[in-house]
């Protein structure tokens, strides 16, 4: 919110200079987003009498003025329509420079020389009205210095809280700042209009409005708005409109009170707050045509919706020149019905902003008290009968008793009693001493937000000063924080898997019927949501197979082979009237034209080597219409059950349109890192190591795990490595090729020829007494 230095000023006994009223601001807690020092005008810019005004010779529209400014007489050649003679207007003099930046230069306008510019509030920057040149006072001195004549504004532009209402005006913010510079606020409320009525108007429900106020003035409309009120507007950002509109959002700016203006004329019958019907609509003043809604909150007359209540007036009941009778509303909407009906329309107002926040019902006759006020000095209004007043609640007294002992703890400060009720009696509070020390505050009508001691005792610092709280070291230790190793492991693994080329999906956890049917599951076995956001995101997955799935079909035109991998929760169905439970995965899945088990396979041992486990992997269909019928398995780590491993079904891969071999892997990530276990050095042996390769023919269903393990048992510091596989149409047909290596060390000594061969026998002993192997 913008607003007027000057405007703050004139609530203050003694006036600040801009910087020092934005410090006070800061100080009473109004956030200071920007201060604007005004700019003056040019010094060429004076002030000039038209004496002498003639038609321009070559064109209709145009006018050839003489214009006195003191020194000499300028010839200006101006188009306004409204310019006459002996008009006391503002002149910019050649070389002179417009707020703008237009630099004035002598000019021949339809051959016709003109020296200088007759200048329009627009050019002068003070409103945006160019309809015609700027009219000044007729007492003003020719030749004087147009920044002695109209003075410009600072503007310290505010940011305000939520729950302070009273920080949207004027007189809120010179409230503050009188109690932080010691100062009253000079602030006298209009006198009360007299007598009213609840006839002429209606609430139709509770809960729509607190209270509701009409004022019914005969005005005159061939006025202008003065030029303090126009610059008191332009200030703060308010495009001036007309008198009576200027005065609505005059009383807004300065009392916080939203007010709208009806033309009588226009309003047929009572008027009623009430909500819309279905399919009615209204053409608000920006023209537009909004489709109402049921919950929105509307004022309407016997026929027709007039306007949205607090949020913007309906153009069937716009004022106009023709207007001679006005009805002025002032009122108090529910916050909340509002806020929703202004975010359905799209129409956040000035109004509506200040309506969200909540205003007492207080403050409406206050409000409309001086709009009466202001518009009596600006268009002759006169009240006509008695005004409407209608009250659903009634003005309460908030009464907070506190202890100054409670409030020195908050604060960590040593204030006596009267040193609490002297602060607080700053800002209005009615703060008395009472029995055993305890203060009694009466919160004053405009601060609802202070109910309780926390309240008190912020509003206390603030004007004492938090830079008189005390310097103290906390007399309590912080308990020694516990390390969690979970978050180091999980960017662990990421880090491994990322260095093997693979990418990192963060994928829904959401997946839809579809998604399940195609993987053979039934739907009734998952999570459904009750407010899915679409029909593709309605169950929650127990696996994260069917993301990847849609993440790799998706991505299958950008490259032949490449895989992914995620790290997130799976959410399991639990029995009746149990809470689901989730779990957190990690997944692998890689795409290419051959060795999809592979791929993951080497990423699980990749894995199982960074977190020093042992992984075993045993074969196993886990699926049947998802896992290939001889490429999957489980995952064994540390001897417990850690997920599966394997290749999709072929079926299954063509559903998803991907060409070539698919791998998939899913760990219970909670198992591998409960597994994980510290790396111990142990430092390498010195001599050579030795490599021998082992061809062995095998039955088929023998696999390479029970091959690895039945070696690892009989050799002693060995590392044993698969090489490959082979199935041809030279072999049997129950057979297969098996190739392993043998890597053999020791500590003390380098392994002698004989020493190999003897080892790669008991290899070879071995597999044939257990799996019947035959060296090839």
């Not at 709280?469 to 960017?491: C, E, H, M, V, Y």
């Amino acid at each position: 919110m913008k607003l007027s230095a000057e405007w703050v000023n004139k609530f203050l006994t003694k006036s600040l200079k801009t910087q020092a009223l934005a410090d006070a601001m800061e100080l009473a807690g109004v956030e200071v987003e920007a201060v604007l020092l005004a700019k003056p005008f040019d010094d060429k810019i004076v002030v000039g009498k038209v004496v002498d005004l003639e038609p321009h010779p070559n064109a209709n529209k145009l006018k050839l003025a003489q214009v006195d400014v003191g020194k000499s007489t300028l010839s200006i050649v101006c188009g306004a329509p409204n310019i006459q003679e002996e008009q006391l207007v503002p002149v910019a003099q050649v070389g002179a420079v417009l707020p703008d930046g237009t630099k004035i230069e002598q000019a021949v306008l339809r051959g016709v020389h003109s020296h200088g510019m007759i200048c329009s509030e627009s050019e002068l920057g003070l409103s945006s009205d160019h309809s015609g040149i700027m009219v000044l006072p007729a007492n003003i001195k020719i030749s004087s210095k147009i920044n002695n004549i109209i003075q410009q504004h600072d503007v310290i532009d505010v940011k305000t809280a939520a729950n302070r209402w009273d920080l949207n005006s004027v007189i809120g913010v010179a409230r503050e700042v009188a109690a932080q510079t010691d100062q009253k606020l000079k602030l006298e409320y209009p006198e009360q209009l007299k007598s009213s009525t609840t006839k002429g108007a209606s609430i139709a429900k509770t809960g729509l409005a607190n209270r509701f106020m009409l004022v019914r003035l005969k005005v005159k409309t061939d006025k202008r708005s003065p030029q303090w009120l126009v610059q008191h507007l332009q200030a703060a950002g308010v495009r001036s409109i007309s008198p009576i509109v200027d005065a609505t959002n005059c009383i807004m700016l300065e009392y916080g009170q939203p007010l709208h203006a009806f033309d009588a004329s226009k309003v047929e019958g009572d008027i009623q707050v009430r909500l819309a019907k279905k399919g009615e609509t209204l053409t608000t003043l920006d023209s537009t045509e909004r489709k109402l809604d049921s919950a929105d909150i509307v004022i309407a007359d016997t026929k027709k919706v007039i306007g949205i209540a607090g949020v913007m007036g309906g153009g069937n009941s716009e004022i106009d020149d023709s207007t001679t009778e006005i009805l002025l509303e002032a009122a108090s909407f529910h916050p909340a019905s509002l806020r929703k009906t202004a975010i359905r329309h799209g129409l956040r107002t000035d109004a509506s902003a200040r309506f969200e926040r909540g205003i007492p019902v207080d403050l409406q006759p206050r409000a409309l008290n001086a709009a009466v006020k202001l518009l009596s000095e600006l268009v002759d209004a006169e009240v006509v009968g008695e005004p409407v007043d209608i009250i659903e609640q009634q003005p309460t007294q908030t009464v907070v008793t506190a202890s100054p002992e409670r409030i020195n703890s908050f604060l960590g400060l040593n204030l006596k009693p009267k040193e609490v009720t002297t602060e607080l009696a700053k800002l209005l509070f009615g703060a008395k001493e009472g029995t055993k020390g305890a203060v009694s505050v009466s919160v004053p009508w405009w601060r609802p937000d202070v109910t309780m001691e926390e309240d008190l005792a912020e509003e206390v610092i603030k004007l004492v000063g938090y830079d008189k709280l005390p310097a103290t070291i906390p007399a309590w230790r912080p308990a020694k924080a516990s390390f969690d190793n979970r978050w180091n492991q999980l960017w662990q693994a990421k880090a491994v898997l990322l260095s093997l080329g693979l990418f990192e999906v963060v994928t829904y956890s959401f997946i839809s019927k579809d998604d399940i049917a195609r993987l053979g599951w039934d739907a009734k076995d998952f999570l459904k949501l009750q407010n899915p956001l679409s029909s593709e995101q309605a169950y929650l997955r127990e696996t994260l197979l069917p993301s990847h799935l849609n993440t790799m079909a998706r991505n299958r035109t950008y490259a032949k082979s490449y895989g992914i991998f995620e790290i997130s929760k799976a959410y399991f169905k639990q029995g009746e009237g149990k809470l689901p439970t989730e779990t957190q995965v990690l997944g692998v899945m890689t795409v290419g034209p051959t060795g999809g088990y592979a791929s993951v396979k080497a990423a699980l041992d990749r894995l199982a080597r960074e977190f020093n486990v042992a992984v075993v992997v045993r074969p196993k269909v886990y699926d049947k219409h998802i896992a290939h019928p001889t490429r999957s398995g489980e995952v064994m780590v540390n001897g417990k059950l850690a997920g599966l491993i394997g290749q999709l079904h072929p079926s299954l891969v063509q559903q998803y349109k991907l060409k070539g071999e698919v791998g998939y892997m899913e760990l219970s990530w909670d198992t591998v890192v409960a597994q994980a276990q510290t790396k111990t050095y142990r430092m390498q042996s010195r001599f050579q190591s030795v490599e021998r390769d082992v061809t062995l023919l095998l039955d088929r269903d023998i696999t390479w795990q029970q091959v690895k393990d039945e070696v690892e048992s009989g050799l002693k510091d060995a590392r044993i490595s698969f090489v490959g596989d082979y199935y041809g149409s030279d072999l049997p047909a129950d057979k297969k090729s098996l190739t392993l290596r043998i890597q053999l060390v020791r500590d003390d000594r380098t392994l002698t020829e004989a020493e190999v061969a003897a080892e790669v026998e008991n290899v070879q002993n071995r597999l044939k007494k257990r799996f019947n192997a035959q060296l090839r």
